[in-house]
C-alpha cells in the first residue's frame, strides 16, 4: 500500500520559515519525479516544486521561486520542501506527490496534507 506522509507545517508569522518532508512507503521515491503542491479552497491547486530523481534538477512554480528549496534523500525515501520569507499567500494545504512531468501533472497518490498558515 502506497502512503505519502506530509508533516513540517504549522502556523507562522510573515517572514517567517518552515520545513516540510515528505515520507513515502510503498513505494520507491527515487524511480519517480516528485513535487510539492498546495491547495486552498476555493481555488485550483498549484504546483508549488519539483524535483527530478537525482535531485540534480529542480523546478518551482511562480511563487516559490527564490524563496523555497525542494530537495531529496532517496536512501530515507523522502522529499522536503524548505521555505523561507513566508508570506500571507503562500497560506494552505501542502502535498507531496510523484509527477508525470514538472508542473501541475500529479500521479495517483495523495497524503493527508500538512497545512501552513501564515499570518501577517
Known amino acids: 500500500q502506497v502512503q505519502l506522509v506530509e508533516s513540517g507545517g504549522g502556523s507562522v508569522q510573515a517572514g517567517g520559515s518552515l520545513r516540510l518532508s515528505c515520507a513515502a512507503s510503498g513505494i520507491n521515491l527515487r524511480s519517480f519525479l516528485v513535487g510539492w503542491f498546495r491547495q486552498v479552497p476555493g481555488k485550483e491547486r498549484e504546483f508549488v516544486a519539483g524535483i527530478n530523481w537525482g535531485g540534480a534538477v529542480t523546478e518551482y512554480g511562480d511563487s516559490a521561486q527564490g524563496r523555497f528549496t525542494i530537495s531529496r534523500d532517496n536512501d530515507k525515501n523522502t522529499v522536503d520542501l524548505q521555505m523561507t520569507d513566508l508570506k500571507p499567500e503562500d497560506t494552505g494545504t501542502y502535498y507531496c506527490?510523484?509527477?508525470?512531468?514538472?508542473?501541475?501533472?500529479?500521479?495517483?497518490?495523495w497524503g493527508q496534507g500538512t497545512q501552513v498558515t501564515v499570518s501577517s
Open positions: 506527490n510523484t509527477l508525470a512531468r514538472f508542473g501541475n501533472y500529479p500521479g495517483i497518490y
